[in-house]
């Protein structure tokens, strides 16, 4: 073997001190640059899981995306919410999710980056030759600099897994909330309709009795201000249903017109954290990532290279950046940007259970106030029909019936903007946690 390894080395390869100086720096690089990482890949492959699809393992590997995997939607089934739904994600552009692609792109290629590096090297010397090598580097200990960056680009995925799930939820909560403003103009027009048909009515009974000399022509003059104005809302609600199905079909791969209806939404159990809590831990993650990387920057490393071709050379590299008298203080902000992270999670964690809170305070008023509302208006009616019974009895003036009437149609029109402004809260509620989607589909 000897004889034949000297042959080799004579006909110009590899000499035996690079070629055992590479094995061995490929050796070492599997347990430094590796470290934890591997110990990772034993358990994963003891326990079973490499029959795992790609989805299952980094939900495995990341709390982060597992929680977005878990979510699941509270739009009821085969419900006019979920027809909204589904129309405008078969037109969804979907750009967090390119983004999200290139985030794992970027993982999948850190997470090989302890492997050796491999380049030519092409040189022009003094007497016009050129010069050709291959390079060979591999580092051997970066003070925990390569897997700092692999933390980083890991963190980096469930950052933009985060956002994908917060669009797509926007999405479907804009989608909804136009779908919300559309019904209630809807609703809100049909009472004005009614309005102005039971309006019209008290008009002609009081143009009968100015004609007859009974009644004076200033009340006829006040019920044809009256009409005006109740024209003037039946238009504006008309528009207003016009133009939010209009850029709802904009949103949508198929025309919503036909969608009505107003829905329960599902009750999910178990306390979800809120997207914006997720996002900030990701990011947290992602900062203390690149705080290490920095910080392996400023201190010395310890590298093997080799070089084969025209020159064939091998060695252990000793270096890093220069150290200064401000290098303390530098590390020492380092470690403020780890503390800073952290502060900006706990904050997001605030902000959000500050939202929630309020949202929960905001259902309960408005379920209150939607019961108030339904009473009220169930009182105006009956009062409007004892006035009826009495003006068909001669007891009441039209002017007295009108003034009612117009008390239960304010009730009536209160009522209806009670019931649109809870569904909008519930909607808001479930938009700051993410269940509008399912995580699995997103």
């Not at 091998?314 to 952290?342: F, P, R, W, Y």
């Not at 009220?376 to 009612?404: I, P």
Request: charged letters at 25%.
């Amino acid at each position: 073997m000897d004889t034949a390894y000297r042959r080799a080395d004579a006909a110009g390869r590899m000499p035996g001190t690079l070629l055992g100086a590479s094995l061995a720096a490929l050796m070492l690089s599997g347990c430094i640059g590796q470290g934890i990482d591997e110990v990772s890949r034993l358990a994963t492959y003891v326990h079973g899981t490499d029959a795992m699809t790609p989805a299952q393992k980094e939900a495995a590997a990341s709390p982060v995306i597992s929680a977005l995997q878990s979510r699941r939607s509270i739009l009821p089934p085969g419900s006019p919410y979920s027809a909204v739904s589904d129309a405008v994600l078969a037109a969804y552009s979907r750009t967090a999710e390119a983004e999200l692609r290139a985030a794992r792109l970027r993982a999948r290629a850190a997470s090989k980056n302890w492997l050796p590096q491999i380049g030519p090297s092409i040189s022009l010397t003094s007497l016009s030759d050129v010069v050709t090598n291959l390079v060979i580097e591999q580092v051997l200990f970066d003070n925990g600099r390569l897997k700092a960056e692999r933390a980083f680009a890991k963190a980096d995925v469930e950052v933009a897994a985060v956002d994908l799930a917060d669009d797509t939820n926007e999405r479907i909560f804009t989608a909804l909330s136009l779908y919300l403003d559309a019904i209630e103009a809807r609703e809100r027009a049909a009472l004005d309709t009614r309005t102005l048909a039971d309006m019209g009515q008290f008009e002609w009974i009081m143009q009968q009795r100015v004609q007859g000399g009974v009644s004076d022509r200033s009340d006829l003059s006040v019920l044809g201000q009256k009409l005006g104005e109740i024209r003037l809302n039946l238009t504006s609600a008309e528009e207003a249903a016009s133009t939010a199905l209009a850029e709802l079909n904009a949103m949508a791969a198929v025309p919503l017109n036909d969608v009505k209806g107003l829905d329960v939404l599902l009750q999910r159990s178990g306390e979800a954290r809120p997207l914006s809590v997720l996002r900030a831990l990701a990011e947290e993650d992602r900062d203390i990532a690149e705080a290490r990387s920095q910080r392996a920057g400023l201190l010395p490393g310890v590298t093997a290279s080799g070089t084969v071709g025209s020159i064939n050379d091998g060695g252990i590299n000793v270096g890093g950046s220069l150290l200064g008298l401000g290098t303390a203080d530098s590390l020492h902000a380092i470690e403020m940007q780890k503390d800073a992270a952290a502060r900006r999670t706990s904050q997001a964690e605030e902000d959000a259970a500050r939202r929630l809170r309020r949202l929960e305070q905001r259902v309960l008023a408005l379920s209150r106030q939607t019961g108030e509302s339904v009473r009220l208006t169930e009182q105006a009616r009956a009062n409007l029909d004892l006035f009826q019974e009495q003006y068909d009895s001669g007891q009441r003036q039209v002017m007295d019936v009108v003034g009612v009437y117009e008390t239960f149609a304010a009730r009536e029109t209160a009522r209806v903007s009670l019931k649109y402004e809870l569904a909008r809260a519930h909607l808001k509620s479930a938009r700051l946690i993410g269940h509008l989607a399912d995580g699995s589909q997103i």
